[in-house]
């Protein structure tokens, strides 16, 4: 009798993954007025509408669209305000969960530090060996990105998996588990002031995350070049006119005047 093929081993699929951040979309989000502000949130109370029902407003947004404007906030109060009144909060304990704990700015630059380092780090262990150990211990508390990655199946046609993120955090450790799983590499946008992290999708090996950059950089770089050179002919020419007006002194000048090595 034959053995049934059971798909054990060496079966491999490939697979359509769809992973966003659901949440309530009702947040509204203070901050204070201090040099590092704190976000807090707060959810509108939901009131029943006169049929009875309630109405509760979902968000529903791409991973990689919260992570890039994430990135985006670089340090940036208004930014980081703006981003968590359209993404909702940092952390909440569970989906759909009704309240949230408040984060600094400076807690937000951190974690863009620590998320881009996670995104262009050659392994996902240096990461590790970077951080000191009050950082690991934060970073070790919720495994980050050594969990894994939950996913749901669905029994589709063909066949496809759901990540379905609870908030902001869970989104942007989601995408870069997805950046690297995807194996390209990634650099850091050579223009100073951009510094985006970006992927590389060819063998070029391109220093600028857009075209933009990459003109607004070669204009910069021309018009240093002009600065120097012109920096140079200024010099020149003041030389020039020096050695005009005090052309240098002749050998017959009177000694005593200048100490000459061995004369004390
Ligand atoms: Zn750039």
Not at 165 to 193: I, M, N, T, W
Request: with cysteine.
């Amino acid at each position: 009798m034959n053995s049934p093929k059971i798909m054990s081993k060496a079966t491999k699929f490939s697979i359509r993954i769809n992973p966003f951040l659901h949440g309530f979309s009702d947040w509204s989000v203070a901050m204070t007025d201090d040099d590092d502000p704190l976000f807090s949130f707060s959810l509108a109370p939901v009131v029943p509408s006169e049929d009875g029902g309630i109405r509760v407003g979902t968000m529903h947004h791409d991973v990689f669209l919260v992570r890039d404007s994430f990135f985006a906030i670089r340090g940036d109060a208004a930014n980081a305000l703006k981003f968590f009144e359209t993404f909702g909060p940092w952390r909440v304990e569970k989906k759909f969960a009704n309240s949230a704990e408040p984060v600094s700015l400076s807690a937000v630059v951190a974690q863009v530090a620590f998320y881009e380092e996670a995104l262009l780090a050659d392994s996902t262990d240096d990461v590790y060996r970077r951080y000191n150990f009050a950082q690991m211990a934060d970073f070790l508390k919720d495994f980050t990105l050594r969990q894994p990655l939950e996913m749901e199946l669905l029994f589709t046609q063909p066949l496809s998996g759901r990540i379905v993120c609870k908030d902001v955090e869970h989104a942007v450790l989601v995408s870069v588990f997805l950046e690297r799983l995807d194996g390209l590499p990634l650099r850091r946008c050579a223009r100073e002031g951009c510094e985006a992290v970006f992927k590389l999708t060819s063998k070029h090996d391109k220093r600028y995350c857009t075209v933009a950059c990459a003109h607004l950089q070669s204009v910069r770089d021309y018009n240093d070049r002009k600065k120097k050179a012109q920096r140079k002919r200024k010099q020149a020419t003041q030389q020039k006119l020096k050695e005009k007006s005090d052309p240098p002194r002749k050998r017959n000048q009177p000694k005593g005047r200048r100490l000459k090595h061995g004369s004390l």
